[in-house]
């Protein structure tokens, strides 16, 4: 049977792969067997509106009772699917993907994305053709509701607002033209923030820096928190669920630095508990947990084994090297609201600028690679690089990640979502950073070159 679902929900470009009719039928199946009450919300793509309806006339065709939620981030439909006691979620979705594309996530009665087994159940009744539909008589209904101020309270509940509120941060606000612009000033203006933005009108054509926050493409953003004299900025992406930090400097960090601070500090105040965070997150994470008494536990790569991993085994919080993070006490999902919400509690407490708390975390030189490979020879790809590498450790929950003694490590995995191979290294100096991804760009290009001619 093909599968519908990658590593986050379906995704693909709109009515092309994404046609209405496909969201229809998709959604129907998602109905039937999720339950009757289910929220339908979406992102603010120029397609979502065609597609959220579409996701709707789905579950109304097999009964469900409807709960429009609009435009608004993941993060804040997910919540509000747990906190009214619903059955199950829809949200269309392409989170920080280019324009042409939408997607599809489902979101169960906890407020987490559905985990393969329900994916796989969803798949078998769509290729069946769908749900028996509803005679005339019981077919659903559909009310709206915005569960934005509910959202913006749950997480206001998690920090210290008075103290918060008493250093009157001032704060540069970036959605990147996504639905974050719904409630990030928001959330900032009710925890006593000045608060600037820029790009933070809603517009699916993401025009002003695209809708995934790079280092490259968060310039703006630095330069207004220097010309402001901002004491941070933060970058969303399109979806709402990840947050990327600029220091007061305008010195942008990645996901890893902020999620490193947070887990400083949430170890502190929990010593002892362990955290979730996938196997391409950096070693300082682990550093980080050791020094404070507590542990790591490495998950696949993706946000919902993340998700599903902190409620299997009780962690109360998961990061990713994105800017994803995921605290348990409001709600094990990415949330960027939450993160930015969690930053300035730290900051609060500490009473010292963001550069200075993130200066004195560990610091390592990191690199990223991307090789094609057809999707049919990535398993083989993959058994046969798992024979060929030699290192001091070597783990597969996701790929092959290799461990040397000088504690760098190089992570080689088949991206689930593209017909590529994806690299993730770390290592203390540059040159050895290279090194060491050169060495095993080469094997990985030589044994697909191998896969292509067998
Ligand atoms: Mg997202």
Request: charged share 30%; glycine share 12%.
């Amino acid at each position: 049977m093909p599968r519908l679902f990658g590593t986050n929900g379906v995704r693909g470009v709109v009515n092309r792969e994404l046609t209405p009719e496909f969201v229809l039928r998709l959604s129907a199946s998602a109905g039937h067997l999720l339950g009757r009450e289910i929220a339908v919300g979406r992102d603010g793509r120029t397609s979502s509106d065609m597609l959220a309806k579409a996701a709707i006339s789905g579950l109304l065709s097999v009964g469900c009772r409807v709960h429009d939620m609009g435009l608004l981030p993941t993060p804040t439909l997910q919540y509000a699917v747990k906190r009214l006691g619903l059955d199950g979620g829809i949200m269309i979705t392409a989170s920080h993907n280019p324009p042409e594309f939408n997607g599809v996530k489902v979101i169960l009665g906890d407020g987490v994305e559905a985990p393969r087994e329900v994916e796989e159940r969803i798949e078998e009744l769509y290729f069946r053709g769908g749900p028996p539909l509803k005679p005339w008589g019981e077919v659903g209904s559909v009310e709206g509701f915005n569960p934005i101020g509910i959202y913006i309270d749950g997480i206001l509940s998690h920090v210290d607002l008075e103290a918060i509120r008493k250093r009157r941060f001032r704060i540069v606000l970036d959605p990147g033209n996504g639905v974050a612009a719904l409630t990030a000033p928001e959330l900032a203006r009710r925890l006593g923030c000045e608060v600037y933005t820029i790009n933070a009108d809603i517009d699916g054509a993401f025009p002003g820096r695209g809708s995934e926050p790079r280092p490259e493409n968060l310039g703006d953003l630095s330069r207004l928190v220097e010309a402001v004299d901002a004491d941070l900025g933060v970058a969303f992406d399109g979806d709402g669920d990840r947050a990327i930090f600029v220091d007061e400097r305008g010195i942008v960090h990645w996901g890893d630095r902020s999620f490193a601070l947070v887990a400083w500090d949430y170890l502190r105040r929990h010593p002892g508990e362990a955290i979730a965070t996938p196997v391409s997150s950096s070693k300082m994470i682990e550093e980080i947990a050791c020094k404070a008494g507590g542990s790591v536990v490495w998950t696949r790569v993706g946000s919902i084994v993340v998700s599903r991993t902190m409620l299997e085994r009780g962690i109360n919080l998961g990061g990713e090297e994105n800017g994803g993070i995921f605290y348990g006490p409001h709600q094990p999902v990415r949330d960027g609201g939450m993160t930015m919400a969690l930053i300035l509690d730290i900051l609060a407490r500490e009473g010292r600028t963001l550069s200075e708390l993130l200066g004195e975390l560990p610091r390592y030189v990191q690199r990223k690679e991307r090789i094609p490979c057809p999707n049919e020879l990535k398993q083989r790809v993959l058994e046969a690089l798992r024979e060929r590498v030699e290192a001091e450790r070597i783990e597969t929950i996701d790929g092959v990640k290799l461990w040397f003694e000088d504690g760098s490590w190089i992570l080689i995995r088949p991206s689930g979502t593209e017909p590529i191979y994806r690299i993730y290294a770390e290592a203390e100096t540059e040159s050895r950073l290279n090194r060491m991804v050169e060495e095993h760009k080469r094997l990985l290009e030589e044994l697909i070159e191998e896969a292509k001619a067998s």
